[in-house]
């Protein structure tokens, strides 16, 4: 694989990123134990990977993926909670022009519950340079998004004598106080703003292996329950 398709933290630019007439910006975010390019790469092929796809579609465009620390065990990586992430992210992203023009957010997993921190932290902090990303995004993809909390959480706390569950796994526990009142925030400003929201959920049950581990029974990690974001006229596409 190509040093420019691997994955790096950050704000990452796919291609038309450096072109003053473009008409709006699309942001690839992943999600938990994911990366910058690999979550939307199929099989390390970089004719497999979905940004680049957008960007041959949407010539005037910028495409971008944001890159950060999302590992499932804090023994490999310590990290940030997903409030205090939210404010970083969201000055990288105003460093990099992006909120001068029409934002769409496309997020995997636990990016879906990240861009929702960003966009409230950017209406409420009273900085200006943030506010205009939230004035700019238009619409959001939740790919397999946790909105009630994940299975997965509880299946990290199960495998904690070889798991050690950081605190982005802890907040993902199912009907977690946090994500239920982020996301009551999020769905008034979804109403707000019109913003328009597509969402997809899990289909199929994972069998995980930790540690050379198997486990007989399978889990769905975000099955429709948990995808429902509980916009009116939207329902989640399996």
Known sequence: MSDQLRDRDGVCAVAGCDSSSRVGDVVFVHGLGGGSHSTWMARSDPDRFWPAWIAADFPHAGVWTLGYQADVSAWTNES????????AILEALTNEGIGERPVIFITHSMGGILVKQILRHATSFGVERWESIA???CGIAF???????????GFAELARLVLRTNEQVAELRAHHPRLRELHAWFLKFQADKKLVC???CETREVRPGVLGLTFPRGFMVVDQTSAEPHVPGRSPVG
């Not at 940030?80 to 404010?87: K, L």
């Open 143 to 153: 790919v397999a998004t946790p909105h009630a909390g994940a299975d997965l959480a």
């Open 80 to 87: 940030m909670p997903i409030a205090d992430r939210g404010t």
């Open 198 to 200: 597509r969402t997809f």
């Open 135 to 137: 004035r700019r995004t």
